[in-house]
């Protein structure tokens, strides 16, 4: 590579990955996926938006042939390889029978009936659904209906964590569903790559029945002893070189390496790298920091550098067939939502919830554009396909949060707020403690209550030896459940210069008293999740430790509660 | 697992004292094994009962009665022989007892999760309570600290009762009940924009609520005179109790005891929760389960 293309090489990738990074942003910012800012900055910067108005500059930037375009086109191989070691380290496959019958049930109509639908509708309608005419049906048959009964895990997690729904059963129910679905869909599409008869005409390469005994025997092997044999490796290197680098090396090298076997093989790399995210992802030593850490590098770097190069590739405004995508869109959300949610109401669950579950598991996100980019560089579909993909993933991954909370249409949370009692707030000087200013808020809250302040101490105090009384940086917890109460008793103690203290320990600035009626836990602990998101949130705490009075905090509350809180 | 008053007559509690069956191999640290378990079986007011699966032969049965005395320190302990399949026979003969009690390595090689040990085995069939003693102590102390790990979804409030019930026996320094806290494919959220911040929120708020739903059972079980420290565990299933448990130097782990039927080959693959914790047992283990109504 000459001094110039190299400079060339390292423009766009700088570009590439900035503007799609900042796009992303922005995207997240309005509530939607970070996929779609990352696409459209590909679509800015590609022959859809640039290349129209300026083409000499896409085609200097990103040219199609030659080193740079060599270069551009590895990088985004080594994305997708990690961005599937990581899908890879979240699989937990045990996961879909402890949670029950319920998630069995779902897993399994959720992936068969848009499969079966995807498949019927390209033998019945091969025209209408895109097929190329040199693609064999089958071929076509098993891809399209692939892609119909995949769901995207990080969507969906993203999902369930904006709608508090992660620990819930219905949360754990479209988790361990869509676990299996993404393995499977994985599986399945892997198959459908190594079926490709191109992919074994090349010299030195196998015959189809050779790659998929050799494929069976590497998932089983990577699987079964594999796993034991990554497990004590990483073990080793972790004792024997330093953190993160050693073990973050050893899990990149070994999902390049898997992935090299895999393509030898005759399927395609990600499939090597998926085994290897599996077999490491339920390694006992691997450390949830570590994970952390892989997650942010592909998703900081390889990510946005991955869907924007779809941009670069397809012109969107040419091969945009409304048709197709409306098709597409509408075969892809009737067997997903029906598949799933039907199977929920038939496995027993309210219809409300079942089809809130089936809105869930519609979501393809990216995973959906992974399949699509790789089945259209295999030759298996054309670009339209591939924007009606594309089209489809969107479209049902920013669908997907807003039907589903429609859908649930939950009662509303306790809030704290609401029980904060105005002779229950103080401000106090950096002379008193943590416990006389719990006293302080005790007294002031316990003149509405039977019990004397000596019980309604003894009672924190007995609670907070039991679950320890932090709640976030600087903000004490003190809790207790009372039997002569009928509504919730919220106080609280500011001290913006901090507590007085014993030790080396953080200052506390600000003492929060709840007090619950015994025998109303689900209250209880919406009041207790609220006050921990609300006083987790740097910026609230910021503003919630500088008001000063209850009222003040009330309506800083109210306001804050308008606004989106991410 | 009741803790009866030795000195309490049948007919006042309403039923005969509890039975402890140990079950006793031909091990070296089988007479480590009769020493702990006639230490508990003090502690807990049990009724001791030895049981060996395996063929009676005087040579046998005369090293298990040599075993015997002198391990125990009161006389009288005899050994039921049986044949058959270890766990068939103690899920048989343990019909009436209140806890079992054996030996156990303390790893499984790498194909313990697919072949399981006897110990496991019978952990998994036992009709009651088993206690697995990876390396008893030749002079036998009550467990001090205790760690119990409830069940992630729905900690049993009887499993808690029978919890504090030992550790009132055991008089313990510390019995730790602890939850542990998995979130699957959290961290994918970063992918689709979240921010470390906020998975961190969402780890910390689930672990806070956990804590307080495992406060409340205590506090409903009359938990006072114990003293007992409440930890939700952010982390695989099964994996985390082992950490805590080594962190806390903890010499008793109690877990709900796994499923009877472990029969996917999925899950002896991937073994998560009790089956992990199984695998590599920190200190002595008691996999508990509801006993039997007659």
Redesign the interface.
């Known amino acids: 590579m000459s001094h110039a293309e190299l400079v060339s090489l390292f423009l766009a990738l700088g570009l590439l990955v900035g503007v799609a990074r900042a796009l992303?942003?922005v995207?997240?910012a309005l509530r939607q996926?970070?996929?779609l800012g990352e696409i459209l900055a590909g679509v800015l910067l590609g022959p859809t938006i640039l290349g129209t108005f300026w083409p000499q500059a896409t085609a200097r930037l990103f040219p199609e042939t030659g080193p740079v375009a060599f270069g551009l086109q590895a990088m985004t191989q080594v994305a997708v390889v990690l961005f599937l070691l990581?899908?890879g380290?979240?699989v937990?496959?045990?996961?879909?029978?402890?949670q029950g019958r319920m998630a069995t049930v779902v897993s399994v109509t959720g992936m068969l009936f848009p499969f079966a639908l995807g498949f019927a509708f390209v033998y019945a309608a091969p025209g209408l659904l895109g097929k190329p005419p040199e693609t064999a049906t089958f071929l076509y048959a098993l891809f399209l209906a692939t892609a119909l009964s995949i769901s995207a895990?990080?969507?969906?997690?993203?999902i369930l964590?904006d709608l508090h729904l992660?620990?819930t059963?219905l949360g754990?129910i479209i988790?361990?569903a869509?676990?299996v679905n993404d393995f499977i869909g994985w599986l399945l599409f892997a198959l459908v790559l190594g079926l490709i008869p191109g992919r074994h005409v090349e010299e030195g390469s196998f015959d189809i029945w050779t790659t998929v005994t050799a494929t069976l025997a590497f998932a089983a092997g990577m699987?079964?002893v594999g796993?034991?044999a990554l497990n004590q490796m990483v073990v080793r290197v972790q004792a024997h070189s330093a953190w993160p680098a050693g073990v973050l090396a050893l899990c990149l090298s070994l999902a390049l390496l898997c992935g090299a076997f895999a393509e030898w093989i005759g399927v395609h790399a990600i499939f090597g790298a998926f085994l290897v995210g599996v077999a490491l992802g339920?390694s006992?030593h691997l450390r949830?920091r570590t994970?952390?850490i892989l997650?942010?590098f592909?998703?900081a770097l390889f990510?946005p550098l991955f869907f924007a190069s779809i941009g670069l590739r397809v012109n969107f405004v040419e091969s945009f067939d409304p048709l197709l995508c409306l098709v597409v869109l509408a075969i892809a959300c009737v067997g997903k939502i029906l598949g799933c949610g039907g199977g929920a109401i038939l496995a027993g669950m309210p219809s409300r919830e079942a089809w809130a579950l089936g809105f869930g598991m519609n979501a393809r996100?990216?995973m959906e554009i992974i399949l699509g980019l790789l089945a259209r560089e295999a030759g298996l579909i054309d670009d339209r396909m591939l924007v009606a993909l594309v089209v489809m993933a969107l479209v049902t991954s920013m669908l997907s949060g807003p039907l589903m909370e429609r859908m649930l249409a939950r009662r509303k949370p306790a809030r704290f707020v609401r029980y904060l009692r105005d002779r229950g707030f103080f401000i106090l000087g950096s002379d008193k403690d943590p416990f006389q200013a719990i006293e302080a808020v005790a007294g002031g809250l316990s003149t509405a209550l039977d019990s004397s302040l000596e019980t309604l101490l003894e009672a924190i105090r007995?609670?907070d030896?039991?679950?320890?009384n932090g709640?976030a940086p600087g903000v004490r917890l003190a809790?207790a459940?009372l039997s002569g109460i009928s509504t919730p008793l919220v106080g609280v103690a500011l001290c913006p210069e901090g507590f007085r203290s014993g030790g080396d320990a953080e200052k506390v600035r600000a003492v929060v008293v709840v007090l619950t009626p015994q025998d109303k836990?689900v209250q209880?602990?919406e009041i207790?999740?609220d006050l921990?998101?609300t006083f987790?949130?740097?910026r609230l705490r910021r503003l919630l430790l500088a008001c000063s009075s209850a009222l003040e905090m009330r309506a800083l509350l109210r306001s804050s509660q308008s606004e989106p809180q991410? | 697992m009741p803790v009866s008053n030795p000195q309490d007559d049948p007919g006042v509690v309403g039923r005969p004292p509890g039975e402890m069956l140990v079950l006793l191999a031909l091990s070296p640290t089988s007479g480590l094994v009769a020493r702990e378990a006639s230490r508990l079986s003090r502690s807990l007011g049990l009724r001791i009962r030895f049981l060996h699966v395996g063929a009676r032969t005087p040579a046998i049965h005369r090293r298990f009665q040599t075993l015997l005395e002198h391990s125990l320190t009161e006389p009288g302990g005899d050994v039921t022989f049986r044949t058959g399949r270890i766990e068939d026979v103690v899920a048989e003969e343990a019909q009436a007892s209140d806890l079992v009690v054996l030996g156990a390595l303390e790893q499984e090689g790498p194909l313990g999760a697919f072949f399981s040990s006897v110990a496991r085995r019978v952990a998994r069939t036992a009709p009651c309570p088993t206690l697995l003693l990876p390396s008893p102590n030749p002079n036998p102390e009550p467990f001090r600290r205790l760690v119990a790990v409830m069940d992630p979804s729905t900690p049993s409030p009887e499993m808690l009762r029978d919890v504090l019930e030992l550790a009132r026996a055991e008089q313990v320094e510390m019995l730790h009940v602890v939850q542990e806290l998995e979130l699957p494919a959290l961290n994918l959220a970063l992918e689709e924009g979240a921010d470390l911040d906020q998975t961190e929120e969402e780890r910390r708020v689930n672990a806070l609520a956990a804590r307080h739903r495992l406060a409340n059972l205590l506090e409903d079980c009359q938990a006072d005179q114990v003293p007992i420290r409440v930890e939700s565990l952010a982390g695989r299933e099964g994996l985390e109790a082992i950490r805590y448990s080594q962190e806390n130097s903890a010499d008793l782990l109690i877990v709900p005891a796994p499923e009877r039927d472990q029969s996917t080959v999925l899950e002896r693959l991937f073994p998560r929760g009790t089956d992990l914790t199984l695998l590599n047992l920190p200190c002595a283990l008691l996999a508990w389960r509801p006993r039997r109504t007659p």
Request: aromatic letters at 2%; proline letters at 3%.
């Open positions: 992303g942003e995207a997240s996926p970070a996929v990581v899908a380290l979240e937990d496959l045990s996961r879909i029978k402890r895990l990080p969507v969906i997690a993203k964590m992660f620990r059963d754990m988790l361990a869509a676990i699987l079964t796993r034991v339920d006992s949830e994970r952390l997650h942010h592909v998703a990510a996100g990216a007995r609670r030896r039991l679950t320890g709640l809790h459940r836990e209880q602990i207790l999740t921990a998101r987790l949130d740097a991410h």
